[in-house]
C-alpha cells in the first residue's frame, strides 16, 4: 500500500483518472466500486491504528475490544423512489445494516440513525418512513439509540437519504470470512433472487409487469442466528446486494483464491422477476436483493445448513447452488441449464438494459 | 414460464444437439446474424456443445455495436447541450465515442436518461416544453417501428421539441455485403427472427435464390437457437438451399404490415455506414423529406462532426465472421468492457462482450 494514490499505474482509466469525476457506476456494487475503494479510499485512510480491519473490507469491521468481538458497519441508503412495493428506504435502512451485522456472524445491538433531509420533504411521508424504521428496528430486537438530521437545499436531495450504522457483538469462537473458505464448501442462497431491484426499478421506471414484483428486504438476524445455532460449520457469508449474487460469489472467489462452480438451474428466481428480467434484458444474478443471504458451509454440513435455512420463515427457499472448488482460482464457473459452462463475471457497473 | 421455460429444456436440447451430431459429416461455418442470438449462444454455451466441425460465426447484428462512431460523437455533442433532455436506450449509454460516453456527459451535467420504450421520450418531451428532447433511434428492422412512431406522434401533435438521432440498419444488405465478400466463410445464416417478425421472409427469398444459401428465420432462447442450428446443418448436408422459418411462434410469412406501414410513413433507405466495417449501399433508414424537421441531426447541426477509428481494434473483421473476439490482439488487454476499444466490447450483445464475460476461461491471461 502506497502513501498516496498511484494515478500514473492506476488501472482504471475510465473516469477518474481521465475525468476526476464520479459516475453513477462508481456506485454500482461493480468493478467501478472496487476500484474506487481500493485506490481511492484505502491508500487514504492508512496509516491509523486499526487500518488494518478496514482493508479486510468486510461488510462489517470486527474489532477486539475487552475480550469481546465488536462488529461495526455502516451503510447510506439513497433509494429512488423513497417508496416501492413491499417497502421503502426506512426499512430498508434498517435491514440493510442488521444484514450486513449479522453476515459477519454478529448480533445485532443498536443502529444510529442520520437523516439528511431535502427542503420540501412532505412530513407525513417523513412520518411513514420514520415509523417503518421503527417497525424495522423492533422486528430486527435492534435499538436505534442515537441520530442526527440535516435539511439541504430544495434540488439538492432525493426528499431524504439514510445514514444507519450498527454495532453487534460478534459470537465467540466464531470465524468467518473469505480466508475460512475451502475447496469443497458447499454454497447455499436463502431463497429467491432480484425481487428488490425489480421492485424498485418497476415504480422508478413505472413499469408494469401484470402482478406486482415485491422487495425482498427482510431482516436476516434470526435466520443466521439459527443457521449459527445448528452447528453448521460456515465458512463465510454475504448478503447479495448491490451487483446480486454474481457480486458476491465474484468477490468471494477473489478473496479466498479458490474457484466457485454453480449451477444456474439451481438459483431460485420467482417466475414474475424472470419473466421481468428476461423482458428487460437484465441478468437476475446481476440485480440487487436485501433479504437474502450467501452461505459457504463445510460439505458434510451442508443438508444441515439447507435444511435449518429452510425451517426458519426468512429462509423457507433456500437452495444448493454450488461449490467451491480448487480449479479456476477467483473465477465463478456456472452450468448452465442446457449443459454448457460460462463464466460469471464481475459486473463492472451498474447493469444497463439491452436494446432488443 | 410460458414461453421461456419450454425453451430451454435441457433434455430437448440434448435431443437437438443429439440430432445435430448425428447428422453432420463435415465441417459447416453458421453465422447468427444477431447479437441476441450471440448472446444466447455464449451466454448457454452453446457453442460448446455442439460438434467440432460446427463453427458458429458471429454476425454483425448488434446495434449497439455497429452504430458508427461518428454517430457515437454526434449524439455526445447532442448530449452535451445545456437546453437537451438526451433518451437512449440502456447499452448505448456506455459506448465510446473517440473521447466521451453518454455516461461522462451525465457525470458533467447532461441530462442523459435511459428509456425503455421511445415513446417514453415523446412524453418526456410534453412534460418539458422548455427543453429539446432527442431520442437515440438506433437498431435493425426490430426498433426501427417504434422509433418511426416517435416522429409521427410529435408530428400528429405538434410536440415540436422532439427529435429523433436516426442510425438505423438493415439486416438483408448485410447478409449480402457478408456473401460478396471474397473471403466469406459462411455457408449458412440464422436469420434474427424478431427482424422477421416485422419484415416477414420475403427480402430474404431472393438472397437463398442468388447466393444458394441456406437461410432460417430463427428465435432467440437456447431451443430456438438449437433448432435453427439443426435446420441450417440439415439443409447444408442434403445440399439444399431454402428459405425456412425454424421461429413460426413469432415470425408469420409477411411479417407485421401494420409496423412496415409506419416505417414507411416515416423512413426512407439510405446508405449506411456500419462500426468497424463501413458503407454498406442502401443499408439503413434515415427521415425521409417528410419529416426531415424532427431530424436531431440537422436541428442541432452536428452533420459537420466525422470521426476515425482506432487502428488497434479489429471489431470489423470481428462482426465480418472473419476472426473471433479473443484473436484480436487487443482482445483482453488494451480492450475490455471497462475500456472499450470498439464497441462489440461494450454492448452484452456484442461478440466481443459476450466472449470477455462467460468466455475467458479460454483465452490466455
Known amino acids: 500500500m502506497t502513501d498516496r494514490p498511484d494515478l500514473e499505474n492506476w488501472t482504471c482509466p475510465v473516469p477518474l483518472r481521465d475525468q476526476t469525476s464520479i459516475v453513477m457506476g462508481h456506485g454500482g456494487g461493480g468493478r467501478l466500486s472496487s476500484e474506487l475503494v481500493e485506490h481511492l479510499f484505502l491508500p487514504a485512510f492508512t496509516g491509523t491504528p486499526l487500518a488494518g480491519v478496514l482493508e479486510r473490507l468486510g461488510?462489517?469491521?470486527?474489532?477486539?475490544?475487552?475480550?469481546?468481538?465488536?462488529?461495526?458497519?455502516?451503510?447510506?441508503?439513497?433509494?429512488?423512489?423513497?417508496?416501492?412495493?413491499?417497502?421503502?428506504?426506512?426499512?430498508?435502512?434498517?435491514?440493510?445494516?442488521?444484514?450486513?451485522?449479522?453476515?459477519?456472524?454478529?448480533?445485532?445491538?443498536?443502529?444510529?440513525?442520520?437523516?439528511?433531509?431535502?427542503?420540501?420533504?412532505?412530513?407525513?411521508?417523513?412520518?411513514?418512513?420514520?415509523?417503518?424504521?421503527?417497525?424495522?428496528?423492533?422486528?430486527?430486537?435492534?435499538?436505534?439509540?442515537?441520530?442526527?438530521?440535516?435539511?439541504?437545499?430544495?434540488?439538492?436531495?432525493?426528499?431524504?437519504?439514510?445514514?444507519?450504522?450498527?454495532?453487534?457483538?460478534?459470537?465467540?469462537?466464531?470465524?468467518?470470512?473469505?480466508?475460512?473458505?475451502?475447496?469443497?464448501?458447499?454454497?447455499?442462497?436463502?431463497?429467491?433472487?432480484?425481487?428488490?431491484?425489480?421492485?424498485?426499478?418497476?415504480?422508478?421506471?413505472?413499469?408494469?409487469?401484470?402482478?406486482?414484483?415485491?422487495?425482498?428486504?427482510?431482516?436476516?438476524?434470526?435466520?443466521?442466528?439459527?443457521?449459527?445455532?445448528?452447528?453448521?460449520?460456515?465458512?463465510?457469508?454475504?448478503?447479495?446486494?448491490?451487483?446480486?449474487?454474481?457480486?458476491?460469489?465474484?468477490?468471494?472467489?477473489?478473496?479466498?483464491?479458490?474457484?466457485?462452480?454453480?449451477?444456474?438451474?439451481?438459483?431460485?428466481?420467482?417466475?414474475?422477476?424472470?419473466?421481468?428480467?428476461?423482458?428487460?434484458?437484465?441478468?437476475?444474478?446481476?440485480v440487487a436483493n436485501e433479504g437474502r443471504v450467501v452461505v459457504f458451509v463445510r460439505a458434510g454440513d451442508a443438508d444441515l445448513a439447507a435444511e435449518t435455512l429452510r425451517s426458519h420463515p426468512a429462509g423457507t427457499g433456500a437452495a444448493l447452488i454450488g461449490e467451491v472448488v480448487a480449479e479456476h482460482p477467483g473465477i465463478v464457473v456456472a452450468k448452465t441449464g442446457i449443459g454448457g459452462t460460462r463464466v460469471v463475471d464481475l459486473p463492472l457497473a451498474e447493469q444497463l438494459p439491452r436494446i432488443c | 414460464m410460458k414461453y421461456l421455460d419450454e425453451f430451454g429444456d435441457a433434455d430437448l436440447a440434448k435431443r437437438l444437439l443429439d440430432d445435430i451430431a448425428a447428422s453432420t459429416t463435415q465441417p459447416w461455418a453458421l453465422m447468427e446474424v444477431c447479437g441476441g442470438q450471440t448472446h444466447t449462444i455464449i451466454r448457454n454455451g452453446i457453442d460448446q456443445l455442439l460438434p467440432d466441425q460446427i463453427e458458429l460465426i458471429h454476425g454483425p447484428g448488434c446495434p449497439v455495436c455497429v452504430t458508427p462512431l461518428e454517430t457515437i460523437d454526434r449524439a455526445l455533442a447532442i448530449a452535451a447541450r445545456p437546453d437537451v433532455i438526451f433518451c437512449s436506450f440502456g447499452d448505448m449509454i456506455r459506448v465510446p465515442g473517440s473521447s466521451d460516453d453518454l455516461f461522462r456527459i451525465k457525470s458533467r451535467g447532461g441530462d442523459v436518461r435511459i428509456v425503455y420504450s421511445p415513446l417514453d421520450a415523446v412524453k418526456i418531451a410534453q412534460e418539458n416544453p422548455d427543453k429539446q428532447v432527442v431520442f437515440f433511434g438506433v437498431g435493425f428492422e426490430t426498433t426501427a417501428p417504434a422509433n418511426a412512431m416517435t416522429v409521427k406522434l410529435a408530428k400528429q401533435q405538434g410536440i415540436d421539441n422532439f427529435s429523433l438521432l436516426v442510425s438505423h440498419v438493415l439486416v438483408p444488405p448485410a447478409i449480402r455485403t457478408i456473401m460478396d465478400s471474397p473471403t466469406r466463410r459462411v455457408q449458412g445464416f440464422l436469420a434474427a427472427g424478431h427482424v422477421c417478425t416485422v419484415m416477414g421472409l420475403g427480402e430474404y427469398e431472393a438472397l437463398v435464390e442468388q447466393y444458394q444459401v441456406p437461410i432460417v428465420a430463427t428465435g432467440f432462447e437456447p431451443l430456438d437457437v438449437l433448432e435453427g442450428i439443426r435446420r441450417v446443418v440439415r439443409q447444408l448436408e442434403n445440399g439444399v438451399a431454402e428459405l425456412d422459418n425454424a421461429y413460426p411462434r413469432a415470425v408469420q410469412p409477411q411479417g407485421n404490415p401494420v409496423a412496415q406501414q409506419v416505417v414507411r410513413e416515416v423512413f426512407e433507405i439510405c446508405d449506411r455506414n456500419w462500426r468497424g466495417i463501413g458503407m454498406i449501399p442502401q443499408s439503413g433508414w434515415r427521415l425521409n423529406a417528410d419529416h426531415a424537421d424532427y431530424d436531431a441531426e440537422k436541428r442541432f447541426e452536428v452533420l459537420g462532426i466525422t470521426t476515425v477509428e482506432s487502428p488497434l481494434c479489429r471489431s470489423g473483421e470481428v462482426l465480418q465472421g472473419l476472426i473471433k473476439p479473443n484473436e484480436c490482439s487487443a482482445f483482453g488487454k488494451q480492450c475490455t468492457p471497462r475500456l472499450p476499444l470498439g464497441a462489440p466490447m461494450v454492448s452484452s450483445e456484442g461478440a466481443c462482450a459476450a466472449y470477455y464475460q462467460f468466455r475467458r476461461l479460454e483465452v490466455p491471461a
Not at chain 1, 454478529?106 to 407525513?124: C, F, R, T
Not at chain 1, 449459527?228 to 458476491?248: E, H
Open chain 1, 59 to 286: 461488510d462489517s469491521a470486527v474489532l477486539e475490544l475487552a475480550g469481546s468481538r465488536l462488529a461495526f458497519t455502516t451503510d447510506s441508503y439513497v433509494v429512488r423512489p423513497r417508496f416501492f412495493p413491499g417497502g421503502n428506504v426506512g426499512d430498508l435502512a434498517v435491514n440493510g445494516t442488521v444484514n450486513d451485522l449479522s453476515v459477519s456472524g454478529a448480533v445485532p445491538l443498536a443502529l444510529s440513525a442520520g437523516l439528511i433531509l431535502e427542503e420540501g420533504m412532505p412530513l407525513d411521508e417523513l412520518g411513514v418512513i420514520t415509523q417503518t424504521m421503527g417497525d424495522a428496528a423492533r422486528a430486527a430486537g435492534v435499538s436505534i439509540v442515537t441520530g442526527d438530521t440535516k435539511v439541504v437545499d430544495a434540488g439538492h436531495g432525493d426528499g431524504v437519504y439514510i445514514n444507519t450504522a450498527g454495532i453487534g457483538l460478534v459470537r465467540d469462537g466464531l470465524m468467518l470470512g473469505p480466508d475460512q473458505v475451502r475447496p469443497g464448501d458447499r454454497i447455499l442462497l436463502s431463497g429467491p433472487i432480484a425481487a428488490h431491484g425489480i421492485a424498485v426499478l418497476s415504480v422508478r421506471e413505472g413499469l408494469e409487469f401484470g402482478s406486482e414484483i415485491v422487495t425482498d428486504s427482510q431482516p436476516l438476524n434470526g435466520l443466521i442466528g439459527a443457521l449459527l445455532d445448528s452447528g453448521a460449520r460456515v465458512s463465510m457469508m454475504r448478503d447479495p446486494t448491490r451487483g446480486g449474487v454474481a457480486a458476491t460469489l465474484n468477490e468471494v472467489a477473489a478473496a479466498s483464491g479458490c474457484g466457485v462452480q454453480i449451477v444456474e438451474s439451481a438459483v431460485p428466481v420467482p417466475d414474475d422477476v424472470r419473466a421481468a428480467c428476461a423482458f428487460l434484458g437484465l441478468d437476475p444474478m446481476l
